[in-house]
């Protein structure tokens, strides 16, 4: 049984480390995984936010399943989207469910689930159709184009909105505060210095979180507001029937509801966007299997939206924080101990994906974890996103069959999000 501390050959929390290419990096998760246990990475020093000793890489998907499936070991609380803990001040804003156990997690997320039933998803089906081909409408009259803004951003935040019951006019500001929030650290959405080659400085991270903090203010006074209204004057939007909804006794406070949008907004926004616009990078790299998906759509669809899932991992880590001593695969863990769960690490997993790196999209089974591990924080929206991405690729394939990425991927700086700023396409 392992209980001294493994000294790692390459540092998770160097923010160097994050700007390295994507195929540097997989190589090293790549070496940690062939390494006996996890390593162990200290904290990365934030202004004004108390910072803990560190953390154990979980990169092996066995470590990640096993910890997703004991909530009440690695606990969800008291953070879970930030491996320092949260002072109460930025919270408020980004403490939702996701920051919670059972009991108050699964009664929060019984009245949040019904935004994502069967027959809900039934019903945004027209619209989801009616969106889509405006998009692709537009795609088409304006040419050559960013995938990303022009495509792959628009249906999501649409949905989310729709949803919500969020005006017109606000839409905009809803689409720029989400990027603020996933782009912490990218200097072309928090407007702070250049963080990679010259250092990250002091003041360029204080900036940063300031910046996040003024974008989940707005959003969650924003929702905040509508839930009054909607208290007020009940619409058919999931804002009423959140305002309205009842479990054993309890219901969700205005507070709730905002910290929930934002969760809904970040998360809707960022796992279906990210996934369209690696998938249209990944299609692009690999013709035959695009020619496989285009011969018959319908056939492959599903299999490739696995696929595109596990290659670009949306979301890269969550953290966990063990409640008592535990052994997990011959490692020791203490009460107090910070794990982090590397979804993209565990889905490029050589004890469980055959020739990992190879895009397939016939690959069966593909039991991968881009949303969550196995556990009660499975994401409430897999099945939406998967609707979102069958729909908008549809379309897209069935009326511009020749669009493709039409250079490099601008990256998202960031490592908790794999994502892709700027994609230029073209047919």
Request: glycine share 8%.
């Amino acid at each position: 049984m392992a209980t001294e501390t493994l000294e790692p050959t390459v540092d998770l929390s160097d923010l160097e480390f994050w700007a390295l290419p994507q195929r540097q990096r997989l190589a090293a998760f790549a070496a940690l995984r062939a390494q006996d246990r996890p390593a162990f990475f200290h904290e990365l020093k934030l202004p004004f936010i108390k910072h803990g000793a560190g953390y154990y890489a979980l990169v092996r998907h066995a470590d990640v399943v096993g910890a997703s499936r004991n909530p009440e070991i690695f606990s969800s609380e008291p953070c879970s989207n930030s491996i320092a803990d949260l002072p109460r001040y930025m919270a408020r804003y980004f403490g939702s469910m996701i920051n919670m156990d059972d009991p108050r997690h699964a009664k929060i997320r019984r009245i949040v689930s019904r935004a994502f039933t069967p027959r809900v998803l039934a019903k945004l089906e027209t619209d989801l159709q009616a969106t889509a081909t405006r998009i692709v409408d537009d795609l088409l009259a304006g040419g050559p184009c960013d995938f990303v803004t022009e495509v792959a951003a628009r249906l999501p935040v649409q949905v989310i909105c729709d949803m919500m019951g969020i005006p017109e006019p606000v839409r905009p500001m809803v689409y720029d505060r989400t990027n603020v929030i996933l782009g912490l650290g990218d200097p072309e959405y928090t407007g702070g210095r250049e963080f990679v080659s010259t250092g990250i400085t002091r003041s360029g991270m204080l900036y940063g979180l300031t910046k996040g903090m003024t974008a989940g203010y707005e959003l969650n006074h924003l929702a905040m507001k509508l839930a009054r209204k909607r208290r007020r004057e009940p619409g058919d939007d999931l804002v009423s029937a959140l305002v309205t909804a009842n479990v054993d006794g309890e219901s969700l406070t205005d507070q709730e509801i905002g910290s929930f949008f934002i969760l809904l907004v970040v998360a809707g926004n960022e796992t279906t966007r990210n996934a369209m616009s690696h998938g249209l990078k990944l299609l692009t790299d690999n013709p035959e299997q695009r020619a496989l998906l285009l011969a018959d759509f319908d056939a492959h669809i599903a299999g490739a939206i696995e696929e595109i899932l596990r290659m670009a991992t949306p979301v890269i880590q969550f953290r966990r924080t063990l409640t008592r001593d535990h052994v997990m695969n011959g490692q020791q863990y203490r009460a107090g101990d910070k794990v982090l769960l590397f979804y993209n690490s565990a889905n490029r997993d050589e004890a469980v994906f055959a020739d990992p790196d190879v895009f397939d999209i016939t690959r069966s089974p593909n039991p991968h974890v881009a949303f969550g591990g196995p556990g009660p924080h499975f994401c409430l929206g897999a099945n939406l996103a998967r609707r979102e991405i069958t729909v908008m690729f549809r379309e897209l394939f069935t009326r511009v069959p020749e669009i493709r990425a039409g250079g490099r991927p601008d990256r998202l700086f960031s490592n908790f999000i794999n994502g892709i700023k700027h994609l230029p396409c073209a047919w």
